[in-house]
């Protein structure tokens, strides 16, 4: 521990192995008495390493020592500096806690109860102490933080990073000028993530500094999708086998990457069994109390951390620090037992003869002259200072804390909180308060201040263990963390390429994987597997109609209603719109039989025009004939307009015209069965009466086709035919099809069809038998019989057909009962027309005809005066 003293004018030396402060005196227009004014900033520090409690043997911390003395050099920059405490001089003490929190409570005891024990010699009497620098430690600076909190005495911490300190309530008299492991934790959960590794392993120091910081790192990295296979604790001073149990655990562990959130002894102890136990081929993590410890970073570790990666705090520089280093040495203080040990330790050389008795390799006798710029060890070293700029900072933050107050800095009279200090008594809540708004900047232009925590702003190197030319082990800044930027980009790389391990051959640039499991690759989303963290899960592959676009997706999206996920389900594409186009197979053939249908319709007309005046024709009355040619034209290019991308104006014609083309064929076919009927199955003998007259027919034939003309346009006024995107049936496409509307105006118009050819059916059946050379009533059952079965079967297949089919079906419908009127009706006639001219005569078809009516007359019926109209 050291504590420093400042006096005013003349005054008593301070002690530091008898070292002495240069002194300012006092101008002869300085106003006050004459008295003596002492402050007290107490430094704790691990000086020695403790092997064994409460025994301790020395064993030089040459990194402390240098602490120590950047210390000393910035109180003799303050003394001699002319604008910060002008006439003041500080003094300083130095307690060794011996790495124990045991030691730092005792001697943060003693120092507040007089009993001051430092290195050399013990101070009676009372000691204001007004300001504590240290420890080394998160454990021992929270032990001491509690005993001096009570006090207002404030305690600046330049190497506890634990983020328990930062609690107010608890530590409210705490500083310090290290970053809290709040951010550092949260800045290592980034690092594994940034890199992939979603599966490591941990090992923590058990003390406040591991525990509270793994602590923080694991809920971090939780948050972060970063899950922890195993976290083992240890000590230093633990049993080997229970660090061997330890590394035994991380060599079976199934994870590549360990966080070591470890004291630089307890990476020291575990890279010991590392060694032994040859662990190779991890990728290691460190935190800043270890990840720049040169006396870690050798050849032989680095068969273990060759490719290390880790945060620690800015590098800087201190002019005139190495200078000052070099000055070092028994010569300042012959009689100071620190000096001379560091000195026998830097050189390997003794002072006392080494007797014969004492074991161990014999040493030279130090002459005192020798030279430390030819020595290289972590005390001269002041390439990277890091945690000496902090010393270097707490130290000059109570210098200015106390400058402040003495001067008035916020003005006398505003607040018990910023009243000027007497000269005479000034107590450790003053000094405390000042920290609390303390904002200066130093000469190398870093602002020094403190939040509302007692903390600095978190700012962080990533450094990278690489070999250089010569094979030594250096540290390369790869990356930074600056918490105070904005969440997402605190955290960068800086370009610079990253060694990862070193093979036998040569250095390994391929990062690194350590996860669970293996990634999910878009179209791919992850199950949870039961009893496993949640870093460890199965791919599944998204349902139809959803997709996961991202590595490593939770879940899967739905595409919306027109969107359908692609082959690999990586991404939502337009759902195939379908409909019977003209450009597929089906529509061109449906188109084609209608056409084909249509021309030969008119064919079969042209053909009964040609023949118009011969007996067939004649007595198959030709202008009904003809209209039924006509409407069954009308059916087959009716069919065409089913084909083709639906509009609304395709919509409202395909169904009306199908409607009113068939009611109109249907009427003329009715009529001719009518008029079939009436001729042959007269009932009454004389009957003359003229029921299958032109007029009637052509009334009977408008009346019926005109019903199903205003079936239609009720329906088209109240509830048409539309186009819609049926994303129902059929999830991976849209059918585009015509929404029927009004159901009741759709099967109205179907009814009323299957009513008249229902009519016409059994109007026909009644007149089957009539002469084999004219029995068109035959024919017309046979084409009845055909147009029923297909719309019979049609309703079915309609209501059960998906998509276009529907459209084809009613497609076949159409062009099936077509062409069964005019094959069964108007075939036959066709036949006799064109092949067997030898049978269209008056002649054949009067004895026919003759013979049927004699017939007819034993039976007591009587011919109708229609059939020789008809002839």
């Known amino acids: 521990m050291w504590v420093l003293r400042a006096f005013w004018a003349e005054g008593e030396e301070s002690l ?52 120590a003395q950047t210390m000393i050099f910035a109180i003799e920059e303050i003394n001699n500096s002319s604008s910060l405490l ?27 109860n007089g009993q001051e024990r430092t290195v050399g010699k013990t101070c009676s009497g009372q000691s204001a102490v007004h300001a504590i620098i240290g420890a080394s430690d998160s454990s021992s600076t929270i032990v001491m933080s509690r005993s001096t909190g009570a006090f207002q005495i404030p305690v600046i911490s330049h190497f506890a990073t634990c983020a328990c300190l930062s609690n107010r309530k608890e530590f409210p008299s705490f500083f310090r000028t290290i970053p809290s492991d709040f951010y550092q934790s949260r800045a290592l959960a980034q690092l594994v993530k940034y890199f992939g590794w979603t599966w ?26 970063v899950c922890i296979e195993y976290s083992e604790a240890i000590l230093w001073n633990n049993p080997r086998e229970q660090i061997a149990r330890v590394v035994e655990v991380i060599s079976r562990a199934s994870s590549k990457v360990v966080v070591a959130f470890l004291s630089q002894w307890e990476m020291d102890v575990l890279l010991e069994e590392a060694l032994a136990q040859n662990l190779t081929g991890l990728q290691w993590v460190g935190s800043e109390s270890w990840i720049t410890i040169d006396r ?23 002019p005139g620090l190495r200078e000052f280093l070099l000055r070092v040495g028994p010569a300042q203080d012959p009689n100071n037992t620190l000096l001379r040990e560091f000195w026998e330790i830097t050189f390997s050389c003794r002072f006392s003869p080494q007797q014969e008795k004492e074991s161990g390799p014999r040493q030279s006798q130090c002459s005192g002259s020798e030279r430390l710029e030819e020595i290289i060890n972590p005390f001269t070293d002041t390439s990277a200072l890091r945690f000496s ?5 707490a130290v000059y933050a109570v210098a200015h804390s106390i400058h402040d107050l003495l001067t008035c800095r916020y003005g006398e009279g505003q607040g018990g909180n910023r009243n000027c200090a007497h000269r005479d008594s000034i107590e450790p809540g003053q000094v405390l308060r000042y920290l609390r708004d303390l904002n200066f900047t130093m000469k190398s232009g870093e602002r020094v201040y403190f939040d509302e925590n007692g903390d600095p702003t978190a700012i962080y190197e990533l450094v990278n263990w690489q070999r250089d030319q010569a094979g030594e082990t250096v540290f390369v800044t790869v990356g930074n963390y600056n918490a105070s930027l904005p969440k997402g980009d605190q955290f960068a790389m800086n370009g610079i390429q990253i060694a990862w391990g070193v093979s036998r051959c040569c250095v390994v640039f391929q990062r690194p994987r350590s996860v669970c499991s293996d990634s999910c690759l878009p179209g791919y989303r992850q199950a949870e597997i039961k009893g496993m963290p949640v870093c460890c899960f199965s791919c599944i592959p998204c349902a139809a109609g959803e997709i996961s676009n991202l590595t490593d997706s939770a879940k899967c999206t739905q595409c919306s209603l027109e969107y359908w996920s692609n082959g690999d389900k990586s991404r939502c594409v337009p759902k195939v719109v379908e409909f019977l186009s003209f450009d597929e197979t089906m529509g061109i053939l449906l188109a084609a039989i209608s056409l084909v249908g249509a021309c030969l319709t008119i064919v079969v007309s042209l053909v ?22 006509f409407s069954l034209t009308l059916c087959f290019l009716c069919s065409l307009t089913f084909i083709g991308r639906p509009s609304e104006w395709s919509c409202m014609l395909r169904h009306t015209a199908f409607g009113i083309t068939f009611a109109l064929c249907m009427s003329c076919v009715l009529a001719k069965t009518i008029a079939v009927v009436i001729a042959f199955q007269a009932t009454m003998p004389g009957n003359t009466v003229p029921q299958c007259s032109i007029p009637l027919q052509r009334i009977s034939v408008f009346s019926c086709t005109l019903l199903q003309v205003v079936i239609c346009v009720l329906w088209l006024a109240l509830a048409p035919s539309v186009p819609v995107k049926n994303t ?28 008249l050819a229902l009519l016409c059916f059994v109007l026909a059946f009644l007149a089957r038998k009539l002469p084999d050379n004219f029995s068109e009533a035959k024919f017309i059952t046979f084409s009845m019989l055909i147009f029923c079965a297909v719309w019979i079967t049609f309703i079915p297949a309609y209501v059960s057909s998906p998509g276009k089919f529907t459209v084809a079906v009613e497609i076949f419908a159409i062009l099936a009962s077509s062409f069964g009127l005019l094959f069964c009706i108007f075939g036959p006639k066709c036949y006799i027309i064109l092949l067997k001219p030898e049978k269209n005569t008056k002649k054949h078809i009067m004895g026919k005809i003759n013979l049927e009516r004699n017939q007819a007359l034993r039976g007591g019926q009587s011919s109708s005066g229609c059939a020789r109209l008809r002839l």
């Not at 003596?36 to 402390?64: A, G």
């Not at 002008?86 to 507040?112: E, K």
């Not at 011969?614 to 039924?628: D, M, R």
């Open 200 to 225: 490591v392993g941990a090992v923590r120091s058990d003390n406040a500094y591991g525990n509270n910081g793994m602590a923080t790192f694991m809920e971090a990295a939780g948050l972060e999708g």
């Open 728 to 755: 129902a049936h059929a999830t991976e496409k849209v059918i585009l099809e015509c929404d029927v509307g009004s159901a009741i105006g759709f099967w109205a118009v179907l009814g009323y069809i299957g009513f």
């Open 86 to 112: 002008p006439n003041i001089s500080i003094g300083y003490r130095i307690y060794d806690s011996c790495g124990s929190t045991l030691s730092s409570m005792r001697a943060v005891m003693a120092l507040m």
């Open 16 to 67: 530091y192995y008898n070292h002495k402060i240069q002194r300012r005196t006092k101008p002869d227009n300085e106003i006050g008495p004459w008295s003596f004014l002492q402050f007290h900033i107490f430094y704790q520090t691990n000086l020695m390493q403790c092997f064994l409690f409460p025994f301790c043997f020395r064993s030089m911390n040459l990194i402390d020592f240098h602490l």
């Open 608 to 629: 009964f025009f040609s023949f118009r005046e011969t007996p067939i024709v004649k007595a198959s009355n030709s202008e009904l004939s003809f209209l039924l040619l």
């Open 296 to 318: 870690l970073a050798t050849r032989r570790s680095s068969a273990v951390l060759s490719g290390t990666l880790g945060f620690t705090i800015s590098k800087s520089k201190i």
């Open 389 to 393: 700029n902090n010393v270097y900072k």
